[in-house]
Structures are given as structure tokens and as C-alpha cells.
């Protein structure tokens, strides 16, 4: 069975600041993972996904990348706002669109 | 592009009411959609994969008649909570895939649904 953990838990860091938030699967056999905002209280939005045949995917100040030998994802945000405050889930699929998640980093970015 | 809605967005509700919760694809036709529940500060857990025109899968411990799950069109997904109890307050959120199958698609998601019973 998949398990998806994220490290961090919470983390907090001034404006500005470039960070890094891990995600670390136990089954290698990760078809492919996606990268999640969540505000409080909201849906998920979908930030980056990255396909079974990528090794990583940007998007504006977001990269993500995906090392399935060693069951890790990053996702690296740039120059952090205080917008980017909120949750930050990863996701992976083993084939069919079913999402195992990640446990969560709660990001604030503060002023 | 790609825009799941969810309605409605908060129930509230006395205990041994039965809720609908609805899950539409507007612009993209969803052959599957999926149904999930997320605990306060939890991650989310899937309940069950709705597939068109046929019975949905449901993940283990998850009670198929407690949670009656319906997909009668490409575009619609319904999850009834049956005679809903307190122990059912919770966020449940579904989301749909572009296209058929084989992971390849990334899944949008409804904004969710927050069911508090009394």
C-alpha cells in the first residue's frame, strides 16, 4: 500500500524566501504526481503535475521534480509571498487517476 | 478550463437527515470522479472512485449503503450521506479527471463541502 509523507509538517519563513517542501513515497511504482494548494477551508487547486516519463515540471515560480528510485518530490517556491500562505499536499497516482496523498506542509509566509 | 463545482458548500443538519452532495464537471465530460473526506488538519482520504453508468468501487472501511454514491452522466457525480450522525460531520471534497483512465490527467477539484450534523 502507498504511503505518502511530507516533511515539513508546518513551517514558517519571512517574505522573500526561497524554500523547499519534501514529499516521500514507500512505493517506487508511483505512475506519476501532482503537486496541491489547499486554503483554509477550500478545495484543492492543482499546481504542477508531473507525468510518469518527467523528471520535473515549472511553473512560474513553482519547480517541482520527481525521483522515483529514491521515492522523493520536491517542490521549490521562489522568492515566497504571503500569498503563498496555505497548505501544500503531493499526491501520487499508481496508474487509473486513483490519488494517494501526503500527510501536508502548512506554509506561512509572513510579512 | 477544467472546472469541477460542488454544491452546496456547507450543509447543516439535524442527525437522521439524509444530505446530497453534488459534483459537476462544467466544462470537460468525467468518466470517473472521485469522492474524499478530510478530517480537520488531516490530509484527504478517499472514500470511493464513481464511475459512469456503472456501481462505484469503494475504499476499504468506507460503508457503500452509508454513502450512496451516483453517477448518472459524464458530467454529474451525487454522494448521499444516509441518516447522517454527528461521527459524519466532515469536509468532503470530489474531484474529476480529464479524459479515461491511465493516471496520465491531472484531477480538478470541487471546492468542497462542509457537513456539520447536529
Known amino acids: 500500500k502507498q504511503e505518502v509523507t511530507q516533511i515539513p509538517a508546518a513551517l514558517s519563513v519571512p517574505e522573500g524566501e526561497n524554500l523547499v517542501l519534501n514529499c516521500s513515497f514507500t512505493?517506487?511504482?508511483?505512475?506519476?504526481l501532482q503537486w496541491f494548494r489547499q486554503d483554509p477551508g477550500k478545495g484543492l487547486t492543482s499546481l504542477l503535475l508531473?507525468?510518469?516519463?518527467?523528471r520535473e515540471q515549472t511553473s512560474g515560480r513553482l519547480n517541482a521534480s520527481l525521483d522515483k528510485s529514491s521515492g522523493r518530490s520536491t517542490l521549490y517556491i521562489a522568492a515566497s509571498q504571503p500569498g503563498d500562505s496555505a497548505t501544500y499536499l503531493c499526491?501520487?497516482?499508481?496508474?487509473?487517476?486513483?490519488?494517494?496523498f501526503g500527510t501536508g506542509t502548512q506554509l506561512k509566509v509572513e510579512l | 478550463g477544467a472546472v469541477v463545482s460542488q454544491h452546496p458548500s456547507r450543509v447543516i443538519c439535524k442527525s437522521g437527515t439524509s444530505v446530497k452532495i453534488e459534483c459537476r464537471s462544467l466544462?470537460?465530460?468525467?468518466?470517473?470522479m472521485f469522492w474524499y473526506r478530510q478530517f480537520p488538519k488531516k490530509s484527504l482520504m478517499l472514500m470511493a472512485t464513481?464511475?459512469?453508468?456503472?456501481?462505484?468501487?469503494?475504499e476499504q472501511g468506507v460503508e457503500k449503503d452509508k454513502f450512496l454514491i451516483n453517477h448518472a452522466s459524464l458530467t454529474l457525480s451525487t454522494l448521499t450521506v444516509t441518516s447522517a450522525h454527528p461521527e459524519d460531520s466532515s469536509f468532503y471534497i470530489c474531484?474529476?479527471?480529464?479524459?479515461?483512465?491511465?493516471?496520465?490527467?491531472?484531477?480538478?477539484f470541487g471546492d468542497g463541502t462542509r457537513l456539520s450534523i447536529l
Open positions: 474531484s474529476a479527471g480529464q479524459g479515461a483512465g491511465g493516471g496520465n490527467q491531472p484531477q480538478h
Open positions: 512505493d517506487s511504482a508511483i505512475y506519476n
Open positions: 508531473i507525468q510518469s516519463s518527467q
Open positions: 499526491a501520487g497516482t499508481g496508474g487509473g487517476n486513483k490519488l494517494t
Open positions: 466544462d470537460f465530460q468525467a468518466t470517473t
Open positions: 464513481s464511475n459512469e453508468g456503472s456501481k462505484a468501487t469503494y
